[in-house]
């Protein structure tokens, strides 16, 4: 499905990821750790294409994407949810979600979605601005599945969001996977929420992958170790 | 304002307001074009009143050819120059900013110069194709005259035509803006572009087709403008002043208030003119704008949401 070699992101003259390799299946789901700082949020938005790589390539479902601009990469399947939910917050809730339909050229959106979250339903004519942090959280999530992606990538979805609402994202995530053919690549901090979400875990450390584990072989212990600085 | 009865009074300002309405309509048009231009990709387009004067020109050009070739068609031919001032000054649009503007997005200040390097360029085109005369349409019988409201007003009916074709305008971008994808995908980008890509919208080609209908509009607003005035290579350069006025004012973000910052700028000077020479009327205009903005800096109407 996802085909990452050799992928290099520098900011300037500074290399910040430096030559990752990895690979994600249809219907994984997986979890990149790290502490702050140390390339999560870049990988992602290079993975997007928000930033241009400097090296090594992107491939989806056999499709070279690394030289594609971010729309080019939605339409061929990727979403991306990012760190601090970057909603529009003039936008309805409902408008939101219209902005990922133009990819998928749905008309209306789906029901499965505000099944998902009923909340937004609920909130569909209010501005995207003025909903708490945890319902922006789904909101993006939202304006990100109705692209009907192949890899759904989400930068720290949990980032300042109360431990109840984690629970309920798990839960979310883990129903999609019920749902849908669908590849997830998630960047946490929290262990608790990637051990009830993932299937595979990487800890990133300054732009390496530096450990590699499948969920029920995990060692809790040792990447809490990663984690703490 | 000695000398003058209150009845009279009141028929001045009714008539100035009437003949303010003109004004408006073109300055409401013209800043239409460019507060959606600057909001979409935050560029001043400094050329903007150059695509004014295109669609005066293009206006003028088919008076002429319909003269020459059509008189039978001259009561008509007026309806079809907007539809094609629009198109003309749309195309042009289109075609600055896929060769110029897109390449300096990232530099504000460059835009800035290019639009107005632009600006110089096409009044010169304008000089050499048209003369340095300025040049009028022959408007159609239906569109002179005045329709006498009481025997002291007159309501003129170029005017009326200029209001009813703005306010179909005005609604069109309205719709365009608020009801339609397009008008979603656009207002998504003024907010967050790089979000934008990233949820699938193309933002490059949103740019250039918002680009082209500012431009559009902008012809539109020419082609009113040949029922107000004649058409020079300079045309351009005196309205633009008066739009950023509106603009600024208005707020750039806010198209309700760019309506009401174009009605009360156009009438302050139309009334003003009846009493005070023309340009101490905009001196005048100008100072309270000021003086308003020291107070209100984000313009009449700031959007309130918070970030
Ligand atoms: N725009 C930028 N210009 C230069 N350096 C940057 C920029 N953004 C991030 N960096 C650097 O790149 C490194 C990785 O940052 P990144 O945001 O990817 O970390 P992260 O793992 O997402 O952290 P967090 O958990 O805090 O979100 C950091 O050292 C950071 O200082
Ligand atoms: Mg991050």
Redesign the pocket.
């Known amino acids: 499905m996802l085909d990452v070699a050799n992928l290099k992101v520098s900011?300037?003259q500074?290399e910040?990821i430096h030559g990752l390799n990895f690979t994600a299946k249809k219907n994984e789901t997986l979890a990149v750790m790290?502490?702050?700082?140390?390339?999560?949020?870049?990988?992602f938005?290079s993975l997007i294409g928000v930033l241009p790589l400097s090296g090594g390539s992107i491939h989806i479902d056999g499709t070279d994407i690394s030289k594609c601009e971010s729309y080019q990469r939605v339409e061929n399947g990727v979403a991306y949810v990012p760190?601090g939910r970057m909603i529009f917050p003039n936008l309805t809730v409902q408008e939101n979600i219209e902005t990922g339909m133009g990819v998928s050229k749905l008309k209306a959106i789906p029901d499965d979605i505000y099944a998902l979250f009923p909340v937004l339903h609920e909130m569909r004519h209010r501005k995207g601005g003025n909903l708490s942090g945890g319902q922006q959280q789904q909101l993006a999530i939202a304006r990100a599945l109705v692209t009907n992606p192949k890899v759904l990538l989400l930068?720290?979805p949990t980032?300042g969001i109360q431990p109840s609402i984690i629970k309920d994202i798990a839960n979310v995530l883990n129903e999609i996977k019920k749902m849908r053919d669908i590849t997830i690549i998630v960047?946490e901090?929290v262990l608790s929420f990637t051990m009830a979400v993932a299937d595979r875990i990487i800890v990133?450390d300054k732009?390496n992958f530096i450990h590699e584990d499948l969920r029920d072989d995990v060692d809790t212990d040792k990447i809490k170790g990663y984690l703490s600085v | 304002m000695g000398g003058y009865s209150y009845g009279e009074l009141g028929a001045i300002f009714a008539m100035q307001g009437f003949s303010g309405i003109s004004l408006f309509s073109v300055l409401l048009l013209m800043a239409l074009g460019l507060a959606i231009i600057f909001g979409q990709m935050g560029v001043i387009n400094m050329a903007h009143g150059e695509f004014m004067a295109v669609g005066a020109y293009t206006t003028y050009l088919m008076s002429s050819l319909t003269e020459s070739f059509f008189p039978a068609f001259l009561p008509y031919y007026f309806i079809l120059s907007i539809a094609l001032a629009f198109i003309v000054a749309g195309a042009m649009g289109y075609l600055a900013e896929y060769v110029l503007i897109r390449h300096l997005y990232s530099r504000p200040l460059d835009t800035l110069l290019a639009t107005w390097g632009l600006s110089l360029i096409m009044q010169q085109s304008f000089r050499s194709i048209f003369g340095a005369r300025e040049v009028s349409p022959t408007l159609p019988e239906w569109l002179l005259g005045a329709y006498p409201a009481t025997d002291m007003i007159d309501i003129p009916i170029n005017g009326l035509f200029v209001l009813g074709l703005t306010i179909v305008v005005t609604l069109g971008v309205f719709y365009l803006m608020f009801k339609s994808s397009w008008g979603l995908r656009v207002r998504a980008t003024t907010q967050n572009r790089v979000m934008s890509g990233a949820v699938g919208i193309n933002t490059k080609k949103i740019d250039r087709f918002t680009f082209a209908l500012g431009c559009g509009i902008a012809g539109i607003a020419g082609a009113a403008f040949t029922t107000i005035a004649s058409t020079g290579p300079t045309t351009g350069t005196l309205y633009i002043v008066d739009t950023f006025m509106v603009v600024v004012f208005g707020g750039a973000a806010s198209l309700f208030g760019t309506i009401a910052s174009a009605f009360s700028i156009a009438q302050a000077q139309s009334i003003l003119e009846f009493f005070i020479s023309g340009s101490m009327a905009k001196v005048f205009t100008l100072l309270v704008l000021v003086l308003i903005l020291m107070f209100k800096p984000e313009g009449l109407f700031a959007s309130k949401v918070r970030r």
């Open positions: 900011y300037g500074s910040v790290g502490r702050n700082g140390m390339g999560k949020t870049t990988l938005k760190q930068d720290e980032e960047s901090q990133i732009g």
